[in-house]
């Protein structure tokens, strides 16, 4: 079979375990895989490419709702694109106000470890 990834070969790929694979395909964030006359799942390359951006989704901590409306959406075609955009739109809005609050949280830490090194150097001479 030509083309086509194990699951094995996928969970390799993608850093995924194979159980998290088809946990994936239950919850409906994978549609379901082709299958070879013995019954194992065989993935092609769009597969993979769904599959590294499910990762992305899940880097920034979108949650798995979230990620199953979109994949919903997804599977119902190019109809859904205003929908799909829209939900992609709120997530960043969260995602780049999750990443201002951990730079200012950030900065918070860095002026604390200053007055630390600070106090260290006090203490020293």
Known sequence: ????LSIAEVARQTGLSA???RYYERAGLIASVRRAPGGQRRYVAADLDWIRFLLRLRDTRMPIRQMQVFA???SQGDSTVTERRALLEQHLVEVLASIHAMQRAA???????DHYRGMERKVRT
């Open 1 to 4: 079979m030509d083309g086509f």
């Open 107 to 113: 900065q918070a830490l860095q002026t604390k470890v």
């Open 72 to 74: 919903r959406l997804r």
């Open 19 to 21: 159980h998290t694979l």
